[in-house]
């Protein structure tokens, strides 16, 4: 079967302190280095987004921006090899979900991926999990090496 889960190494329900005061939190850090694996963390996410409340929209553009980052990560970054591993760190409050994805590999530039959707590119069965992720979350953000990104999705209002 698959690779295995790690199990969270950070870890709370706790109540965030200060402004966020009244906004029940979780932040937890997952690993992966198979699509199996990748399906069950990204399922375990989706049931966490549903039990703050967050809107079916919300949870697909999430689940399919993950998943993008981390086939990439898993693909591209760590050139398939099962040995290396996927990081996934989210932090999930009522207002946003965070998650960053970071592989083993040596990191690329994003601004040299070509746009999916030149003319030129159109047919490429390739390069749209960037673009993908840009569209269905709130911000997009890449590290200097460019092997870890960070999403933000800010839920929107029901």
């Known amino acids: 079967m698959g690779g295995t889960v ?4 950070k870890s709370s329900a706790s109540v965030t302190r200060g402004a966020l005061a009244d906004r029940p939190s979780c932040e937890r850090e ?23 409340k967050y ?31 996927v990081q996934i760190h989210y932090r999930l409050d009522r207002e946003c979900l965070i998650a960053s994805v970071q592989d083993e590999g ?28 840009h569209h269905f979350m709130t911000w997009v953000r890449f590290n200097e090496k460019g092997n870890c990104v960070t999403l933000c999705k800010y839920r929107k209002a029901s």
């Not at 997952?30 to 703050?52: C, H, N, P, R, Y």
């Not at 399919?64 to 090899?81: I, P, Q, R, W, Y």
């Not at 994003?110 to 030149?118: E, F, I, S």
């Open 6 to 9: 790690m199990p969270a190494v």
């Open 30 to 52: 997952l690993v992966v280095s198979t699509a199996f694996d990748m399906g069950q963390v990204l399922d375990k996410i989706a049931i966490e987004l549903a039990a703050a």
């Open 55 to 85: 809107r079916a929209q919300d949870i697909f553009a999430v689940r399919l921006a993950l998943e993008e980052a981390v086939t990439n990560g898993m693909k591209h970054g760590n050139e398939g090899d099962a040995r290396k591993r």
């Open 106 to 133: 040596p990191g690329f530039d994003p601004q040299d991926v070509p746009d999916p959707t030149a003319p030129e590119n159109l047919q490429r069965p390739s390069g749209r999990g960037i673009f993908l992720m």
